[in-house]
């Protein structure tokens, strides 16, 4: 069987859009940029200048806004971390003039020592309360690693009253905590299970 395709038709590359192998027209090449323009070129050349200067003070602005407001969060930071114990410290002002006040008593019995002591105390627990201070008081709850420190353990048979395995016997040193982080944890006795 003869083939009518011409000898040489396999060294040609077959195009499947034109099987017919007639010349087709090169694609139509983009103009390059300043091409055709002429005497425009030098006006677009100013104004790409200017458009380029706007857009470099812009940039200058927004660098120097950029700044300042990065000088400003620092120096907010600063203050925050400089004036942070203000309200407590505010708190702590009236314990320092009752305990000032008890001092300056000039025959305080034991029972008016005790009741300054008292109101004091109130003071401080109201002052602790005011910024988020809780103490840690754990007697009788499960020992937490998080919260508690164990100090030594207790058979359970020894403890008075009864107290379940793995679970707090005494408190020798409450603990506190301050926006609930450990501040201090409190040192306990365990009931060893």
Same mark, same amino acid.
């Given at each position: ?13 077959? @195009?499947? +859009?034109?099987?017919?192998?007639? =010349?087709? /027209?090169?694609? !139509?090449?983009?103009? %390059? &940029? ?41 120096? @907010?930071? +600063?203050?925050?971390?400089?004036? =942070?114990? /203000?309200?407590? !410290?505010?708190?702590? %002002? &009236? ?41 840690? @008081? ?11 420190? !164990?100090?030594?353990?207790? &058979? ?38």
């Amino acid at each position: 069987m003869q083939s009518d395709r011409p000898d040489n038709a396999d060294d040609q590359p077959t @195009d499947p +859009a034109n099987p017919q192998g007639t =010349a087709t /027209e090169a694609p !139509a090449r983009e103009p %390059l &940029p300043g091409e055709g323009l002429g005497q425009d070129l030098p006006q677009m050349l100013a104004d790409a200048q200017a458009k380029a200067t706007e857009n470099y003070d812009l940039f200058l602005r927004a660098v120097a806004d950029l700044e300042n407001a990065r000088r400003r969060a620092q120096d @907010d930071v +600063a203050k925050a971390h400089k004036f =942070a114990i /203000e309200s407590f !410290a505010e708190g702590l %002002l &009236p314990v320092r003039d009752s305990l000032e006040m008890a001092l300056k008593a000039d025959a305080p019995s034991v029972e008016s020592i005790r009741e300054g002591v008292e109101a004091t105390l109130k003071l401080f627990a109201s002052v602790f309360e005011k910024n988020k201070l809780v103490e840690i @008081d754990p007697v009788g709850e499960k020992f937490d690693p998080n919260r508690h420190q !164990a100090i030594s353990m207790m &058979p359970v048979s020894a403890t008075n009253p009864p107290v379940a395995a793995n679970h707090v016997v005494s408190v020798l040193q409450k603990g506190y905590l301050i926006n609930d982080r450990v501040l201090r944890p409190a040192l306990v006795i365990v009931a060893q299970g």
